[in-house]
C-alpha cells in the first residue's frame, strides 16, 4: 500500500497537469477564434509580400546564384510561412502580458494550477495557429501556381516545422511578456522581428548577396530556420531538407523554452 500510494499521486498530478493544460490551451485558441481582428494582419500581410515578390521579382530566378525554382512563389513560401507564424506569435505573448496587466495571471498564479501549465497552455495556442497558418498559406497560393517538390509528406513536414516554429518564437515572446509584464514591450518588439526578416534569405537567397548583408544574413538564424522549409518546398523530400525544417526550429524551441521557463521561475520567486 504504502508503494501504491506515490503511485497513484503521481499519476493524478500528471492526469491534472495535463487538464490544465489543456484548459489553458483551449483559452487561447477561442481568444484567437473570437478576435479575428487580432490575427488576420499575420495571415494577409505575409501573402501581400509573397504577391508583391511574385510580380516585382520573377525574372530574378535567372539570375546567377540563384537556385533552380520553377517560380519566385516557389522561393517565396518559406518566407511566407515563417514571416507569419513571427508576427503571429506575438499575439499569443500580448495577450499573456495583458493577462499580467489585469491580474489575471496572479489569480492563476494564486490557485492550485501548476505554474508551467499556464505557460504552456499559453504557448499551446500558438502553436496549433502556427500549424494553421502554414496550411492556410499553402492552400491560398497553390492556385496561383504554388507547386510544393516534397508533395504531401513535405507539406506534413512543413506543419510540423510551423508548431516547432511558433513554439519557438512565443515561448522568446512570452519570456518578454513574463519578465516586463507589459503588453506595449512586447508589442514594440514586432520592429525587431521584421529588421532579423528582413536580413535572412526570405526575400533572396544567400547566393546572390555580398558584402555585409551576407555576413548578416549567415549569421542570422532565421535564414537558415527558412531554408529548411525552402528545401522541402524545391528540392523534394530529401533527408536533409527534413531536418534541416525540425532540427532548426526543434533547436530554436530548446533554447527559448528554457528563457521562458527561466524567466517563469524568477517571476514566482519575486512574489
Same mark, same amino acid.
Given at each position: 500500500?504504502?508503494?501504491?500510494?506515490?503511485?497513484?499521486?503521481?499519476?493524478?498530478?500528471?492526469?491534472?497537469?495535463? $487538464?490544465?493544460?489543456?484548459?489553458?490551451?483551449?483559452?487561447?485558441?477561442?481568444?484567437?477564434?473570437?478576435?479575428?481582428?487580432?490575427?488576420?494582419?499575420?495571415?494577409?500581410?505575409?501573402?501581400?509580400?509573397?504577391? !508583391?515578390?511574385?510580380?516585382?521579382?520573377?525574372?530574378?530566378?535567372?539570375?546567377?546564384?540563384?537556385?533552380?525554382?520553377?517560380?519566385?512563389?516557389?522561393?517565396?513560401?518559406?518566407?511566407?510561412?515563417?514571416?507569419?507564424?513571427?508576427?503571429?506569435?506575438?499575439?499569443?505573448?500580448?495577450?499573456?502580458?495583458?493577462?499580467?496587466?489585469?491580474?489575471?495571471?496572479?489569480?492563476?498564479?494564486?490557485?492550485?494550477?501548476?505554474?508551467?501549465?499556464?505557460?504552456?497552455?499559453?504557448?499551446?495556442?500558438?502553436?496549433?495557429?502556427?500549424?494553421?497558418?502554414?496550411?492556410?498559406?499553402?492552400?491560398?497560393?497553390?492556385?496561383?501556381?504554388?507547386?510544393?517538390?516534397?508533395?504531401?509528406?513535405?507539406?506534413?513536414?512543413?506543419?510540423?516545422?510551423?508548431?516547432?516554429?511558433?513554439?519557438?518564437?512565443?515561448?522568446?515572446?512570452?519570456?518578454? $511578456?513574463?519578465?516586463?509584464?507589459?503588453?506595449?514591450?512586447?508589442?514594440?518588439?514586432?520592429?525587431?522581428?521584421?529588421?532579423?526578416?528582413?536580413?535572412?534569405?526570405?526575400?533572396?537567397?544567400?547566393?546572390?548577396?555580398?558584402?555585409?548583408?551576407?555576413?548578416?544574413?549567415?549569421?542570422?538564424?532565421?535564414?537558415?530556420?527558412?531554408?529548411?522549409?525552402?528545401? !522541402?518546398?524545391?528540392?523534394?523530400?530529401?533527408?536533409?531538407?527534413?531536418?534541416?525544417?525540425?532540427?532548426?526550429?526543434?533547436?530554436?524551441?530548446?533554447?527559448?523554452?528554457?528563457?521562458?521557463?527561466?524567466?517563469?521561475?524568477?517571476?514566482?520567486?519575486?512574489?
Amino acid at each position: 500500500m504504502s508503494v501504491i500510494a506515490p503511485v497513484v499521486a503521481g499519476t493524478e498530478r500528471r492526469q491534472s497537469f495535463v $487538464a490544465q493544460t489543456s484548459a489553458m490551451s483551449q483559452r487561447a485558441v477561442l481568444a484567437l477564434w473570437r478576435q479575428p481582428a487580432i490575427v488576420v494582419p499575420s495571415l494577409i500581410f505575409p501573402l501581400f509580400f509573397a504577391a !508583391l515578390g511574385a510580380s516585382s521579382f520573377s525574372r530574378a530566378i535567372g539570375l546567377p546564384g540563384f537556385p533552380p525554382v520553377r517560380s519566385f512563389l516557389d522561393f517565396a513560401l518559406a518566407g511566407t510561412i515563417v514571416q507569419g507564424i513571427l508576427f503571429g506569435s506575438i499575439t499569443g505573448a500580448t495577450a499573456l502580458a495583458t493577462d499580467i496587466e489585469n491580474g489575471f495571471f496572479d489569480r492563476l498564479m494564486a490557485s492550485p494550477t501548476s505554474r508551467t501549465s499556464i505557460l504552456l497552455g499559453r504557448l499551446a495556442g500558438g502553436m496549433v495557429y502556427g500549424a494553421f497558418q502554414t496550411v492556410f498559406f499553402v492552400a491560398v497560393l497553390i492556385p496561383f501556381g504554388l507547386t510544393i517538390a516534397s508533395g504531401v509528406p513535405g507539406i506534413a513536414v512543413m506543419v510540423l516545422g510551423g508548431v516547432l516554429t511558433a513554439l519557438a518564437v512565443g515561448a522568446l515572446m512570452s519570456a518578454m $511578456a513574463i519578465r516586463t509584464g507589459s503588453s506595449e514591450a512586447v508589442q514594440g518588439s514586432f520592429p525587431l522581428l521584421f529588421i532579423m526578416l528582413f536580413f535572412s534569405s526570405a526575400f533572396f537567397p544567400r547566393e546572390t548577396m555580398s558584402g555585409v548583408y551576407a555576413r548578416m544574413a549567415d549569421l542570422n538564424p532565421v535564414s537558415h530556420l527558412i531554408e529548411g522549409f525552402r528545401d !522541402l518546398t524545391i528540392d523534394g523530400f530529401t533527408a536533409s531538407a527534413v531536418a534541416r525544417t525540425l532540427l532548426i526550429s526543434g533547436g530554436l524551441a530548446v533554447l527559448t523554452m528554457a528563457i521562458a521557463l527561466r524567466s517563469l521561475r524568477k517571476r514566482v520567486a519575486a512574489r
